[in-house]
């Protein structure tokens, strides 16, 4: 139950795209259509932002996408707005009714 | 509105136990999955376990599941995580979440508390 790779941080400007990457193996992310991400604001429990690679839950702004190419899926977010500065999760199903989050990423809006 | 509010949180010393309860409202709560995820301080997020709706089915992390158990009581509208034999690694916040569709291994979580400190020290 090995923790999926992400960036420790990402960065960019009010307006531009950014991407956060999440990798793990043909085990987890590769071998399942099922990752989600999460956005947690400091002090703040997380919040549901993608399901399923790329399915977004009710109230999730469109600028939020997900997409996933062999063991990486991949959280962007376009239109960088201040409210998105927070940290970002990745969660994979990884078999055997076992699931495993990513490290984490900062997004730092400039 | 769906709401999870967690209690039980507190500090232990190694060795001890500590159960953590979840008053859920707001939806069908024996129509559901549950989970608990924790998150060390300044840490990421871990997945401790699972449990669906009528209790036959429960999932834990490989490093609590000689430790901790999961139960429910959907008369209540409450979850429950007994923790025993606590380590100083088991100091988190304990989330108590909402999870969807875990036996088809999808089991994204769309519905969090704000979680209990659980500390264990000497």
């Known amino acids: 139950q090995s923790a999926l790779t992400q960036p420790p941080s990402a960065s960019g400007s009010p307006g531009q795209s950014v991407t956060i990457s999440c990798t793990g193996t043909?085990?987890?992310?590769?071998?399942?259509?099922?990752v989600s991400w999460y956005q947690q604001h400091p002090g703040k429990a997380p919040k549901l932002m993608i399901f399923?690679?790329?399915k977004r839950p009710s109230g999730v702004p469109d600028r939020f996408s997900g997409s996933k190419s062999g063991n990486t899926a991949s959280l962007t977010v376009s239109g960088l707005q201040a409210e998105d500065e927070a940290d970002y999760y990745c969660?994979?199903?990884?078999?055997?009714?076992?699931?495993?989050f990513g490290g984490g990423t900062k997004l730092t809006v400039l | 509105e769906v709401q999870l509010v967690e209690s039980g949180g507190g500090l232990v010393r190694p060795g001890g136990s500590l159960r953590l309860s979840c008053a859920a409202s707001?939806?069908?709560?024996?129509?559901?999955?549950m989970s608990w995820v924790r998150q060390a301080p300044g840490k990421g997020l871990q997945w401790v376990a699972n449990?669906?709706?009528?209790?036959?089915?429960?999932y834990f992390v490989d490093s609590v599941e000689d430790r901790f158990t999961i139960s429910r009581d959907n008369a209540k509208n409450s979850l429950y995580l007994q923790m025993n034999s606590l380590r100083v690694e088991d100091t988190a916040v304990y989330y108590c979440?909402?999870?969807?569709?875990?036996?088809?291994?999808?089991?994204?979580?769309?519905?969090w508390g704000q979680g209990t400190l659980v500390t264990v020290s000497s």
């Open positions: 979440v909402r999870a969807r569709y875990c036996s088809s291994g999808s089991c994204y979580l769309d519905y």
């Open positions: 707001g939806f069908s709560f024996s129509d559901y999955w």
């Open positions: 449990i669906n709706s009528d209790e036959n089915e429960k």
């Open positions: 043909s085990g987890d992310v590769g071998g399942y259509n099922y």
């Open positions: 399923e690679v790329n």
């Open positions: 969660n994979s199903y990884a078999g055997r009714k076992n699931w495993v």
